[in-house]
T-cell receptor
C-alpha cells in the first residue's frame, strides 16, 4: 500500500533557527515524486519543494531543502532560518507512477515559530 | 497563466440536503483534476480524480460523487448530506503525464452540515 507517514503532529522552533520535519513513505513503484506543501491558517495549499525518486541531489528552494534518503524511504523537509511566517501546517505528499497524477498526503505537522 | 476557481468559500447545509461544489480551471487544457477533503487538523484525503471528460476514479466509498462535464470543470455532489460530510473540500489540478509537476489547489470550501 502506498502511504505517507508524518510522525510529528506538532513542532516548535525558535525564530532564526533551523527545523527538520520528518516524512517517510511507502511505495513499490519504480519511480515517484515527493512534494512538500505549506498550509497557513487561511487554508490555501502552497507548494514548497519537489524531489524526484531518481534525482541524485537533494532538492533546494531558498530556505527549504529536502533531505532525501531513498534507501530509508524518507524525505525530510529542512527549513533554515525560521521566520514567524513559517508557522503553519506542513504536508508531505507522494505522487506514484500510476493514478492520474494523484498526490497521497500525510497527516501533516503543525509548526509553530517562537519569537 | 493558469488559475483555479472553487466556490463557494463557505457553506452551511442541513442534513439530508443536496450538495454541489464546482471547480473550474483556466489557462490549461486537459488537466488532471482532483477533489480532496480535509477534516479539522488532519491531512488531505483524496476523494476523486479525473484524467479526462467523463472519466472519474473514486478513491473511497462514500456519500459523494463527482462529475466532469467539461474539460476544465469538476463538480462534487451529494444527493443527501450526512453530518460526517462536514469538512474542508479542496479542488486541485495538475498537468498530465509528469511526475514532477506540482498540483495547484483552489481556495477550498468549508462545509458544515448541521
Amino acid at each position: 500500500a502506498q502511504k505517507i507517514t508524518q510522525t510529528q503532529p506538532g513542532m516548535f522552533v525558535q525564530e532564526k533557527e533551523a527545523v527538520t520535519l520528518d516524512c517517510t513513505y511507502d511505495t513499490s513503484d519504480p519511480s515517484y515524486g515527493l512534494f512538500w506543501y505549506k498550509q497557513p491558517s487561511s487554508g490555501e495549499m502552497i507548494f514548497l519543494i519537489y524531489q524526484g525518486s531518481y534525482d541524485q541531489q537533494n532538492a533546494t528552494e531558498g530556505r527549504y531543502s529536502l533531505n532525501f534518503q531513498k534507501a530509508r524511504k524518507s524525505a525530510n523537509l529542512v527549513i533554515s532560518a525560521s521566520q514567524l511566517g513559517d508557522s503553519a501546517m506542513y504536508f508531505c505528499a507522494m505522487r506514484p507512477t500510476w493514478g492520474g497524477g494523484k498526490l497521497i498526503f500525510g497527516q501533516g505537522t503543525e509548526l509553530s515559530v517562537k519569537p | 497563466s493558469q488559475t483555479i476557481h472553487q466556490w463557494p468559500a463557505t457553506l452551511v447545509q442541513p442534513v439530508g440536503s443536496p450538495l454541489s461544489l464546482e471547480c473550474t480551471v483556466e489557462g490549461t487544457s486537459n488537466p488532471n483534476l482532483y477533489w480532496y477533503r480535509q477534516a479539522a487538523g488532519r491531512g488531505l484525503q483524496l476523494l476523486f480524480y479525473s484524467v479526462g471528460i467523463g472519466q472519474i476514479s473514486s478513491e473511497v466509498p462514500q456519500n459523494l460523487s463527482a462529475s466532469r462535464p467539461q474539460d476544465r470543470q469538476f463538480i462534487l455532489s451529494s444527493k443527501k448530506l450526512l453530518l460526517s460530510d462536514s469538512g474542508f473540500y479542496l479542488c486541485a489540478w495538475s498537468a498530465p503525464g509528469s511526475l514532477n509537476t506540482e498540483a495547484f489547489f483552489g481556495q477550498g470550501t468549508r462545509l458544515t452540515v448541521v
